[in-house]
């Protein structure tokens, strides 16, 4: 996507790119090498202003909100198209861009991304907007009209960055919201495919409009009186904040937070079978998503071996070159982030953690962190209730199934999870008593047709399925 870095100087707003007016430019820098590969506006409060202001005048007299569910379909349709055109191109960006794996970057960046919007466009075919209710108290009925709310924020992370947008943008497409993107500072460049694809489809000028920078940019696009509704995936610290602006302004907000998920392994599970599945589940794209199971609780008696088994997995792990379509541990996103990971599992050490593994040969030039596997570490220390971002398990011996339940919710986090066993009936009684927002049975893979969010500290509101659109539009009744 050799165009991105030609549009670093812009917001798109209004259907165009407009020069920004700020100063301060964010980076995007290669992780594997450490090269810049380009620069971003770091946006201003008038940055914002002209992004909310084209978005607002879209929704409030151009004909998006006003066209039918179907209509509305038929556009996102045209826009899969061309995000599945360029979908190659984008993965290999990412993976340039914060250096996700290619195997990851083809699916999450490249597939995932149509995927979604094909899904929310057949929804959109399908939605009610109006309804006529029997009344209750008297005769007669009622009209209940679901209608779009306004101008969205739709403020995105940069571990999945394209198929963490698509899942906020299509159903507040579907629904009949325009919408104001703001990208992780980390990813501020791959976003603009989706600008030239909606120009090249001739989407109505303010439906879509992107705004890139940094944390103050964030709380700048928040803040403002013009957006309705803001929808967010990134930190707990971050979803408290955003969570408070939007208290204040008394609109609602969808937050998908961080996570610290346990798999919870029964004495009679396959192991081999639990190995396959945390390969992927622990640590997929280097351990650095939210719903990782970063946290593994085995039966005392079978801890010893398991243990064992996860050193070897970690070992057995391919790191190196994330355009290699053979790695499957790539580069952390920044030297922030290797830092931050770093000084996580040190800590763990110092205060009587044991660090296993952490010796497979990596790339001297990039940010890489060989994965590791923790034991000894008490289920109440930082390195087993923070979240650590990145290729790193933490394990924990219980005694039995209520003590794994106990060390499983023993923690502020509620995101995902997986109960492994022979027996899917006992599996699922211990997944009805874990608190957490999503669990899997024998392995964790969400499916976009079942709501996906958290509990406690890792967020409110939920996403996925066609209970999506609905976090995007507001309720009329009309009594007769």
Known sequence: MPEATKIQERVFAGGEYLDSTSAERVTAANPYDRTVIGHAPDGSPEDVDRAVRAAREAFDHGPWPRLSPAERGDWIDRLADELEARAGEIAAFVTDEVGQPISVARFMNGIRPVQHLRYYARLARELMVEQ???????DGTTLHLRQPLGVAALIVPWNHPQSSTTLKLGPALAAGCTVVIKPAAESPLDI???????????LPPGVVNIVTGGRETGQALVAHPGVDKVAFTGSSAAG?????????????????????????????ADLDAVLASLRVASFGNTGQNCNALSRVLVPASRYDRTVEALVDLARDLRVGDPKDPATEIGPLVSQRALTRVTGMVDEARATGAT????????????????????????????????????????????VDVDDAVRIANATR???????????????LEVARRVKTGSIGLNGYRPDLGSPYGGVRDSGVGREFGPEAIENYRESTSVFR
């Open 355 to 398: 660090v296993l593994a952490g010796d497979t040969a990596a790339p001297t030039d990039g940010w890489f962190y060989a994965p590791r596997i923790i034991t000894g570490a008490d289920p109440d220390s930082p390195i087993a209730q923070h979240e650590i971002f990145g290729p790193v398990l933490s394990v924990h011996p219980y």
């Open 192 to 202: 603009f495919a989706l600008a030239r694809a909606a120009q090249t489809i001739g």
């Open 240 to 268: 408290r904040h955003i969570a408070s602006v939007a208290g204040q302004r008394l609109i609602p907000a969808t937050l998908e937070l961080g996570g610290k998920s346990a798999a919870v392994i029964l004495d009679d």
């Open 132 to 138: 006529e209710r029997e009344n209750v108290d008297r």
């Open 413 to 427: 986090y509620g995101l995902g999870g997986a109960v492994f066993s022979a027996d899917e009936g006992r599996a």
